[in-house]
């Protein structure tokens, strides 16, 4: 019991910290692409955001929804990607973790500050100026439409997670096969070498 919950600790403490990370960089990154950009080129940067965020909640349920069973024979035949994709499934929690509650809430919280630059860059486009109400109006119009399609965007996600959950599992395998091949990085460590060095 102590264990479980020295490991839970251990991984909310890296997680968060993981987040605190990774939002101060999307944060600085948008905010630099954002600056100067016309409004039109910056909704686009936002709903790119949205999409990040929407992408990586489908992953994430996708690996919560996966069996592992299928895979077995592809890793036994040496699949590339195969053994990843099992790797991703047994660490599903964590996995989604990272997809859904660390890259998909950061993706919600930068595309609404961003939102709010586009929105501020729209207002001040009018030559002649625009009245409060306007520019309220403006305002809730497209946070209403970033929202909408975060929402959406994440229910349609979801159904298709669930529905081809293998399949893409199956491809994000491929993609962390490819990353360590070239790049010797390991998202998962092996438990199993880890249990024999003990003994």
Known sequence: ???ILRNSIRWSV???VITFVLAALFSIVSTSILDGLSWGIGMF???V???IGIFFDMVGIAATAADEIPFHSMASNK?????HSIQIIRNADRFASFCNDVIGDISGIISGAAAAIVIAELTLSFKMGVSSVLEYSISIIMTSVIAAMTVG???FGK????RYSRDIIFQVGKLLYFLEKHTKIKLFKDKKRKKKKRK
């Open 1 to 3: 019991m102590r264990t």
């Open 14 to 16: 890296s997680i968060a």
């Open 45 to 47: 940067v936002v709903l």
């Open 49 to 51: 955001i949205v999409w």
């Open 79 to 83: 699949v590339h990607g195969a053994k």
């Open 153 to 155: 965007g994440k229910a």
């Open 159 to 162: 159904s298709i997670a669930i």
